[in-house]
């Protein structure tokens, strides 16, 4: 089955410390994304990543980092310097042509404690 | 300014009955998508639906049909005979082709609760 998958489902962390999201997807697709959802609210974009070892801040890139080693894999870690870090994350992932329709992971819900 | 505007917070629609969710946009793009998306309470997005800008027809999927206007720069979801598992958060999004990243501009969203 293709897919994007998301681990964990639930993250808690103290303040202070940096916690790392994970996303995989087995859609050979070129592009991927990280949103950030608050309750309520609509998808902001965090990073996202067109190719190999490139990427790009979204709107609200600030206090967080992201790799693209692998296609397959775009993890983000949330840094510390994230001051409101308490929110739904979701990646997405899309062929980088034609529509270029995004699809999603189950997402990762995190709470600083 | 608003690129994407869903109106409706929030919507009650009686079981079995069509739904109309609202979307209008603002581009200035000739080349453009417009896509639909349900988030159920476990939170994961679902693709419903897709619309280019140069698309004759309107967009069809299953009980998902939009409704383009593009003169009105609307393009509203169409969900005929609702049931219960329609229940849900749906968003409408934008991306425009002039845009060399492939970025979606998302609406706030509507709630929808599809009663018995």
């Known amino acids: 089955d293709g897919g994007i998958t998301q681990s964990p489902k639930y993250l808690f962390r103290k303040e202070g410390q940096n916690v790392t999201l994970s996303c995989e997807q087995n859609l050979n697709h070129d592009a991927m994304y990280w949103y950030r959802q608050d309750p309520g609210q609509g998808l902001r974009l965090i990073y996202y990543?067109?190719?190999?070892?490139?990427?790009q801040k979204g709107d609200i890139a600030e206090g967080y980092s992201v790799s693209r080693e692998k296609k397959e894999s775009f993890p983000l870690t949330v840094t510390s310097a994230q001051k409101n870090p308490t929110a739904f994350y979701l990646c997405?992932?899309?062929?980088?042509?034609?529509?270029?329709?995004?699809?999603f992971g189950p997402g990762t819900r995190l709470t600083v404690l | 300014a608003q690129k994407i505007t869903q109106t409706q917070p929030g919507m009650f629609v009686q079981e079995k009955e069509a739904v109309t969710l609202d979307c209008t946009y603002d581009t200035s793009d000739p080349s453009y998508g417009l896509f639909w998306y349900k988030q159920p309470s476990s939170g994961e997005m679902i693709f419903l639906i897709y619309?280019?800008?140069?698309d004759q027809q309107n967009a069809t999927e299953g009980r998902y049909s939009l409704n383009f206007q593009k003169a009105r720069k609307s393009a509203n979801l169409v969900i005929s005979a609702s049931q219960l598992g329609d229940s849900a958060m749906y968003f409408c999004?934008?991306?425009?082709?002039?845009?060399?990243?492939?970025?979606?501009?998302w609406g706030a969203g509507t709630k929808l609760i599809i009663k018995p």
């Open positions: 999004a934008m991306r425009e082709g002039s845009s060399s990243n492939y970025q979606l501009i």
């Open positions: 990543s067109q190719i190999v070892n490139d990427f």
């Open positions: 619309q280019g800008s140069y």
């Open positions: 997405a992932s899309s062929a980088g042509q034609g529509p270029d329709t995004q699809y």
